[in-house]
């Protein structure tokens, strides 16, 4: 053999060999007869078992790195009067542990194996928001693949605090927070990070909440500001989450029939002032308005001040003053036609001035001059529609002059008007006051 080794030279290559492969690779990669036979024997694994209570790391120097996501499987509930978020996520943490790896060409059958959780090293993440025991079910198991990478995924419901802001209620959003951070390593220990992107977690979270419930997710950004305490820096990833309430079931239970009882309040105005009717109609209505306040209670938020309530105690308050209103005019009626007070000179100058002049009589304030004060001939502003009302029912006047029954009939008729115009001009003043607050309230709710 010409170019054979000799025998110490063959003994010396292979010292080599086994020098130089050493290291990483040789002691830690685990047999792959280990994994032929039986499935896997456990042999194999129990230097890595043995190792579970430590950080896996080759240097202690060095930090773990490790990979966060999560998915949001549903949101279960908004309580605001405890400032909870239910929800419940699907946590998936990667991390890589140096002490297990094996050669995927010897092993071509197998690209990854679990493990149970219980037997390795998990990275101690949690969400600092939450305000609940961490409650994983027993029996997890972990993914690891050829080269080491764990990848462990838990179901976690999280009872998170967040800062709920009930103003805009049925048409609110609302943004909590999800802080991922270590309870102990810190960034000497530990770095956090993402091997996917905000958007596809937002992506599958979208996907995943089948529920037509309450809440819809609208977007998930996040943040990676390192939290300070004491003298530690912790390493953490936020994540916000905006979900928005699906409105339709308050608009239909509670805006509806408020807006329908309010618009009956207004169309009430066009019954007959003089009816016996309207008086007892409004009553009826609010009694009915506070029925429905009463029953939809339940459906309101418990704490804090919605736009919702400060609408309907608007709305209350117009029939309120709807009734008010109508007491008033009912009064102004009954004293008119019973017994009509004297007319102040300028209200009966109001009077002729927005009136038909041929339904006024100038002579009755003339007749009464002393007792009504009035004295139209010294008014630039009503000189002309006395004079003119003068000529047209002149041959009246005189007939009129010689009898008191006709001027008070003539003063209950211009204090019915008068009611009248009262009852149209509130009117007015209700519809405008009802316009505007609507529009602001609906204003305030679309920014
Ligand atoms: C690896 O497996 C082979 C058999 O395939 C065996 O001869 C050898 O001793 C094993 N080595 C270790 C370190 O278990
Ligand atoms: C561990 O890592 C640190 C810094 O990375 C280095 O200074 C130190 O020498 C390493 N120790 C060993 C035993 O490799
Ligand atoms: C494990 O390996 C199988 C193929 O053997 C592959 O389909 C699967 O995606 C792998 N799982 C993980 C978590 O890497
Ligand atoms: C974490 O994700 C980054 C990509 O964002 C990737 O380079 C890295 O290998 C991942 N590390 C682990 C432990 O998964
Ligand atoms: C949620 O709040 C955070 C910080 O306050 C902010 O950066 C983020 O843009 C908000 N998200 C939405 C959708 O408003």
Redesign the pocket.
């Known amino acids: 053999m010409k170019g054979g080794w000799p025998v110490g030279g063959r003994v010396l290559l292979c010292l080599t060999v086994s020098l130089l492969l050493p290291g990483r690779g040789d002691t830690f990669t685990i047999?792959?007869?280990?994994f032929d036979q039986y499935g896997v024997d456990p042999a194999?694994f129990q230097a890595v078992f043995d190792r579970k209570a430590f950080r896996p790391v080759l240097n202690y120097s060095n930090p773990t790195h490790v990979n966060i996501s999560f998915t949001l499987s549903a949101i279960l509930e908004v309580n605001a009067q405890l400032q909870l978020l239910t929800s419940f996520l699907w946590m998936n943490v990667m991390w890589d542990n140096p002490f297990i790896s094996w050669n995927l060409e010897e092993c071509v059958s197998l690209k990854n194996l679990t493990v149970s959780a219980e037997n390795v090293w998990l990275p101690d993440i949690f969400i600092v928001e939450s305000m609940d025991v961490d409650r994983a079910p027993p029996g997890l198991t972990a993914f690891v693949n050829s080269e080491g990478r764990m990848k462990y995924d838990r179901p976690v419901r999280v009872t998170s605090i967040c800062n709920l802001d009930i103003f805009y209620f049925p048409f609110d959003q609302q943004n909590c927070t999800f802080t991922f951070s270590s309870f102990l390593y810190t960034v000497d220990s530990m770095l956090l990070g993402m091997d996917k992107e905000v958007w596809e977690i937002t992506d599958t979270s979208r996907n995943l909440i089948q529920t037509q419930g309450e809440w819809e997710l609208l977007g998930i950004t996040k943040a990676t500001p390192k939290m300070l305490v004491g003298s530690n820096v912790y390493d953490q990833i936020m994540f916000y989450v905006a979900i928005r309430r699906r409105p339709s079931l308050y608009v239909i239970n509670l805006l509806v029939p408020s807006g329908f009882l309010i618009a009956i309040d207004a169309l009430s105005f066009y019954l007959p002032a003089e009816s016996e009717n309207r008086a007892p109609f409004k009553i009826t209505l609010l009694l009915g308005y506070n029925v429905f306040l009463l029953m939809m209670n339940d459906l309101l938020p418990a704490s804090g001040t919605p736009l919702i309530s400060v609408y309907f105690a608007l709305c209350l308050s117009l029939m309120v003053v709807s009734l008010l209103e109508t007491i008033f005019i009912t009064y102004l009626l009954h004293l008119a036609t019973t017994q009509p007070p004297p007319m102040p000179w300028w209200l009966h100058s109001l009077l002729l001035y927005w009136a038909n002049p041929r339904t006024c009589c100038p002579t009755a304030p003339q007749k009464g001059n002393k007792g009504l004060n009035l004295h139209p001939a010294h008014l630039p502003g009503v000189k002309e529609p006395v004079e003119l009302v003068g000529k047209v029912s002149g041959p009246r006047e005189a007939e009129l002059n010689g009898c008191p029954e006709s001027t008070r009939a003539q003063l209950v008729d211009l204090w019915v008007q008068f009611s009248h115009m009262m009852d149209t001009l509130l009117f007015c003043l209700y519809l405008l006051f009802m316009a505007t607050s609507v529009v602001t309230v609906i204003i305030l709710w679309n920014t």
């Open positions: 047999n792959c007869s280990g194999a």
